[in-house]
Each structure stands twice: as structure tokens, then as C-alpha cells.
């Protein structure tokens, strides 16, 4: 069994950062992701990262957030910058171990206000 220890989530104003940490108890990874559920939303994909360090974005973070990782640590991290309220969410981490099994972190929540 993986555990995932999420932190960073908090209370911003409009235009401010935050950075998400995600530290898992094992490796090694296959696939480190990020992950948001506004109420009433579905979960919704935010960043990810593949093995081979590929990176995605949803369209609407594309140049606001970054995602990135400490392979030693086996954590991964979100940079948000430019925040807007409509990034409140609870942002969820997402790994997935070399043999396949798919983990989910507790959740962080983060709120902008405007």
C-alpha cells in the first residue's frame, strides 16, 4: 500500500500562489497527477506527468500552473500562480505505481477569493 501526504491547499486572493506538495510512501512511480473537484463538478484532470516526464495541462492553468517533481522524495508538486476564483476546487494528487495500481491522495482544499 501507497500513502499520499497532501499539503499547501489554503485561502488566496485572486492573484495569488500557491504550491501543492504530494509525497508518497513508496516508489517507484509510473504516473503522478493532479486532480480538481469544484462542488457540483466532476473530478477533472489539472496537470499530469508520465514516467518519461512528459507534462500535461488542462487549457485553462496552461500558463499559470506548473507541475514538477523531486524523483528522491518520490513528491510531487503543483505551482499555482495567477489564481483565479474559479480554481477553487479540492485538488486531489493522483499516482500510479509501476505495477499498475492507481492511488488517490486525501484532497487539499484550495479557495480564491475575489
Known amino acids: 500500500q501507497v500513502q499520499l501526504a497532501e499539503s499547501g491547499g489554503g485561502l488566496v486572493q485572486t492573484g495569488g500562489s500557491l504550491r501543492l506538495s504530494c509525497a508518497a510512501s513508496a516508489s517507484p512511480l509510473n504516473y503522478m497527477g493532479w486532480y480538481r473537484q469544484a462542488p457540483g463538478n466532476q473530478r477533472e484532470l489539472v496537470a499530469d506527468?508520465?514516467?518519461?516526464?512528459?507534462?500535461r495541462y488542462a487549457d485553462s492553468v496552461k500558463g499559470r500552473f506548473t507541475i514538477s517533481r523531486d524523483n528522491a522524495k518520490n513528491t510531487v508538486f503543483l505551482q499555482m500562480n495567477s489564481l483565479k476564483p474559479e480554481d477553487t476546487a479540492v485538488y486531489y494528487c493522483n499516482i500510479v505505481t509501476t505495477r499498475g495500481t492507481n492511488y488517490w491522495g486525501q484532497g487539499t482544499q484550495v479557495t480564491v477569493s475575489s
Open positions: 506527468l508520465s514516467i518519461l516526464g512528459k507534462t
